[in-house]
Each structure stands twice: as C-alpha cells, then as structure tokens.
C-alpha cells in the first residue's frame, strides 16, 4: 500500500504547481512503477486513474465531473469512496487529510483512482484526492516569488558544449552583461512547446535542445560576482515577435487576423484564456521614444528607463546582492537582472473586442507549427508611436523578430509560474 500511495503522489504531482514536476520525479523513486510523467501530462488521464480540475459536483447523483488535459470525464462516487487532500507540491501522501464530499469545491484540482472505462468517459472511483483552488493560488505565489528572488532571464549568446555552459546576455542596471550558466547533468531542463503559451506548459527537455538566440529562464544561485550562475531547473523558448495592423477581428472564435508592417503578410493571431493582452499608454510610449531618439544620437540613457511605474503601477520590488538595489536608477533589477515580464503584466489589461481594425498591435508567440498562424502569448495595442520612432538593432539570434522597436516585454516569452 505504501508503494502505492508513493505512485500515486508522483502523478498527483503532475498537477501541482509547474516546478514541482520534476522534483517530484526524483524526490521520491518507488518500486511500484508510476506511470510515465510524459503519458500522464499529455492526457491526464491513464487506466487507473483520472487527473483534472472538479467542474460539476451533484452529491445527489454520487458523481464528480473533472476536466482533463484529454477531454471531461464522469467520478462515480460511492459509499466506500475515500475522500482526502494534500497540499500542494507534495511528493508523498504521508501528510494527506480525511475530508468530506461535501469540502470539494468547483475549481478543486482532483485526482479520482479506480479502473477508467475504455472509452474514458468514467471511472469508479475508489479514492478522491485533492489539492484547494486556495491551496494551489498560494503555492504558485510562492514559486513565483522563488523564481523572482533567485531567477535569471536573458536571451542565450553561445553554447559550450563540451563544458556544458550556455553564456546568457543579460539585462542589468549597467545595461547587457554575460553571464554563464553551468548546465550539470543534475539541471531539470524543459523547454516551450510550438504554439504553447503558459510557463506551466512548458515540455521535459534536454542540453543539446538548447539553442542560441534562445530566451533562457533559470532557477538557482549566482556568483558573487554575479558573472555565473549555477542553476537548479532552465526553461528555454524560440519566440518569434511579429508586429502588423489589425484588418479584422473575430471576437467569438479568439482570432484576429493583421497585415504584417513588414513583409505585407496576412497573419492569424489566435488569443486564449491565457494570452496576455495590454495596451501601452501614450505617456509611456512617448518616454520609449524618447529614450530611443537619445539612443541613436549617442546621449547616454540610464537603465530605469521604460522600467519606471507607468499610469499608477506600483514600484518594483528590488534589491538584493548584484541587484543595485531598488532606489533611483536602479530599474527595479534583481539579482537576475531587469524581468520585463512584470513590466509587461502591469500595463492595462484589454481584451480582445477593446482592438479594431487600423490598430498596429505587436504578437509574441513561440515559433509554431504553422508560420501565418500564431498563437499569441502577449499582445501589445498603442504601439503606433514606436514603430514610427528609430529601429532598434536586431537582437543576435532574433532574425525572426520583427525590425521594429523594442517594446518592454514583448520580447520575452518566458513567463513566471
């Protein structure tokens, strides 16, 4: 039993909050075999068991209703049903508590163990194992806030490999520094799938799928010096950044379709639940201008720059050792350098039907599987007074960007947890 239980925790781990996948996979090995990590995240569903988020509870019919990766499926409950929780990011369920059918709520994320029907539209379930809504928002805070304090985010210049060392060009308050990151045979590597969107989606990888002009995201410790970095688990994405006019929109199916400033192209932008749209204010976007006109006439530029709270925003939370703190000039770096993500998600939010045609918006997206179609992770409307303003330079390994402007976060795919 207790082998099973262990077998158990690594599948339910599955679903905890995004780091814990791999930690759970080594933390704790089992004779029991556990199904594979891949098969599991792929379907969430395999013969012994279902693993999803509770979306219907009707006690007076004994059944549960949870939504898989592979598609919906029917918990039938039953009075030897067991019910327990656990919290999130555990790797065993030695600290699993008895609870009720009636403490599950909608939103819960659950895992129901009992033989799946072969066309996995049901299972009897013998044990209900839960992890809170409430429980998992915390968690992943608390990743978050792991990946902010002792995260490094830069785009990848050149690949040793021989040594294993990847040298990433980093953001800082003196402006772009290298820093080398020692890629050991113990990192937990994953890696942005084509038309992927979420940092939680984000596929098992290796080393040599690393490739220059990559983002990089890594979790770990830096040097005092602040010239290495030796990591604990590295994200990497291919992004591509294409900026266009919106000829159409189609609110109800999530598409908008845009003209490309550059080639003339016709491009489908497809916009999810978790595509990131903002729009930057004019006030902001005249400060870009400004920084980039004194750019290209070689006056010198401090690194607060576009990183400066904009409409209201609050201060960026800084400092620590390397990070020059986050008084005055300092841009809010942290010891990972500038993360333009959190620039990037305090812009105001907008949706979709808020664009119109004649917009200029500028798309983030991975490098997916069909060129003209991009699924979108950010969206960026009120760039018209950027592309107007002097091109910036090309990033080394970012041909597939667009030439125009850098736009704060609009360059960087890899999100937060």
Not at 219 to 240: C, K, M, N, Q, Y
Not at 336 to 345: A, H, K, N, T
Request: glycine residues 12%; hydrophobic residues 35%.
């Amino acid at each position: 039993m207790k082998n099973i239980w262990k077998s158990l925790a690594l599948a339910l781990c599955l679903f905890s909050a995004g780091a814990q996948l791999a930690r759970a996979q080594t933390a704790t090995p089992s004779p029991s075999p556990a199904p594979s990590a891949a098969a599991v995240d792929a379907t969430g569903i395999t013969a012994n068991f279902a693993l999803g988020d509770v979306i219907a509870i009707d006690a007076g019919a004994n059944r549960l209703r949870i939504k898989t990766k592979m598609g919906e499926i029917n918990v039938l409950l039953s009075s030897a049903t067991e019910y327990f929780r656990v919290p999130p990011g555990e790797t065993t369920l030695q600290n699993r508590q008895p609870i009720k059918l009636a403490d599950i709520q909608i939103g819960d994320r659950a895992m129901a163990r009992g033989r799946v029907s072969d066309d996995r539209t049901s299972v009897p379930a013998r044990q209900i194992i839960i992890m809170t809504k409430a429980d998992i928002a915390q968690h992943q805070e608390h990743d978050r806030e792991e990946w902010r304090r002792r995260g490094l985010i830069g785009t990848i210049s050149s690949i040793n490999m021989e040594t294993k060392e990847i040298t990433v060009s980093v953001r800082t308050r003196e402006g772009m520094k290298p820093v080398v990151v020692a890629a050991g045979d113990n990192v937990r590597f994953r890696r942005y799938a084509p038309d992927s969107v979420r940092f939680d989606d984000a596929k098992p990888s290796t080393f040599t799928e690393v490739k220059v002009g990559d983002e990089l995201r890594a979790l770990g410790e830096r040097s005092a010096d602040g010239t290495h970095f030796t990591p604990e688990e590295v994200v990497t994405g291919s992004f591509r950044r294409v900026d266009g006019t919106v000829t159409a929109i189609n609110a109800s199916a999530g598409e908008i379709t845009v003209k490309n400033l550059q080639n003339g192209q016709p491009y489908t932008i497809v916009v999810n639940r978790n595509s990131m749209l903002r729009r930057i204010p004019p006030e902001m976007a005249q400060r870009l201008v400004m920084m980039r006109q004194a750019q290209t006439s070689g006056q010198a530029v401090g690194a607060q720059g576009a990183g400066a709270p904009q409409s209201g925003a609050p201060p960026q939370q800084g400092g620590g050792p390397g990070a020059g703190g986050s008084g005055p000039g300092s841009g809010g770096m942290r010891p990972g350098g500038f993360d333009p993500q959190e620039l990037f998600e305090r812009l105001p939010a907008i949706t979709i039907t808020d664009l119109k045609p004649g917009d200029a918006i500028g798309v983030l997206s991975t490098v997916g599987t069909i060129p003209t179609r991009l699924t979108a992770i950010k969206v960026a409307a009120g760039i018209e007074p950027l592309l107007a303003a002097p091109q910036a330079p090309t990033q080394q390994g970012r041909g597939q960007q667009s030439p125009g402007m850098s736009i704060p976060g609009l360059d960087s795919g890899i999100g937060l947890p």
